[in-house]
């Protein structure tokens, strides 16, 4: 079956600007996690949904950010007022309602210039 | 919270031989456990997971982690690597409730010599 997809692949913008990444989840999957990876490092949290509501967004930086999901399937990250300091591998993730397993998407990879 | 602690950075072996990842955590509450393998601009693939029961739990592609609950660990191992072994491998955590978030930890590139 469909794995998680994200879109796009890759994404380079300019300093100031705003950008949108989306997840399509796993069907079926009522949970959805975005986690953002930086050169070096491993997966950060940022935020999970189940179902249409954040359930913990405790992992967004600062209010640039914000995650919506409005009809509890695919998922858009917003950033706003993008800065260098973004650039970084945006993954998604999902899992069923009281799963264990978080399977993952390829990731966008986002360049801030 | 919950962090967790991979010492190595970078673990070369030679093929066919045996390799060790460590994984150290920290956790005030009880955990889940899991090792993650990320090829080469792939996305993260679950290579095996501790939930309850035996503390030895077996994974795909030969991989096998041990849960010691006294020294907090979770190491992988690999009785004979492959080339196509050659990956980076994060080792995550998260509170035994479900549906919550992992924490990782940095990452280990597993290099495979021939």
């Known amino acids: 079956g469909a794995g998680v997809s994200q879109t796009p692949s890759n994404k380079v913008t300019e300093k100031g600007k705003y950008v949108e990444l989306r997840c399509d989840p796993i069907?079926?999957?009522?949970?959805l996690y975005w986690y953002r990876q930086s050169l070096g490092q491993g997966p950060e949290f940022l935020i999970y949904?189940?179902?249409?509501?954040?359930?913990?967004d405790s992992g967004l930086p600062n209010d640039r950010f914000f995650a919506v999901r409005p009809e509890g399937s695919v998922s858009t990250l917003k950033i706003q007022r993008t800065e260098r300091g973004d650039s970084a591998v945006y993954l998604c993730?999902?899992?069923?309602?009281?799963?264990?397993?978080?399977?993952f998407g390829p990731g966008t990879r986002l360049t801030v210039t | 919270a919950q962090s967790v602690t991979q010492l190595d950075s970078q673990v070369p072996v030679f093929e066919e031989a045996p390799v060790e990842l460590r994984c150290n955590y920290s956790?005030?509450?009880?955990?889940?456990l899991f090792w993650y393998v990320q090829y080469p601009n792939q996305g993260l693939q679950l290579l095996l997971k501790?939930?309850?029961?035996?503390?030895l739990v077996k994974g795909i592609n030969g991989f096998e982690a041990e849960f010691n609950k006294s020294q907090t660990s979770f190491h992988l191992r690999k009785p004979s690597v492959h080339i196509s072994d050659t990956a980076e491998y994060f080792c995550?955590?998260?509170?035994?409730?479900?549906?919550?978030?992992?924490?990782f930890g940095t990452g280990t590139r597993l290099t495979i010599i021939p």
């Open positions: 949904f189940q179902g249409t509501g954040a359930a913990d």
């Open positions: 956790s005030s509450v009880s955990v889940y």
């Open positions: 069907s079926g999957h009522t949970a």
């Open positions: 993730a999902s899992s069923f309602r009281d799963g264990y397993e978080q399977y």
């Open positions: 995550a955590v998260s509170p035994n409730f479900g549906n919550e978030k992992l924490t």
């Open positions: 501790y939930l309850s029961g035996s503390t």
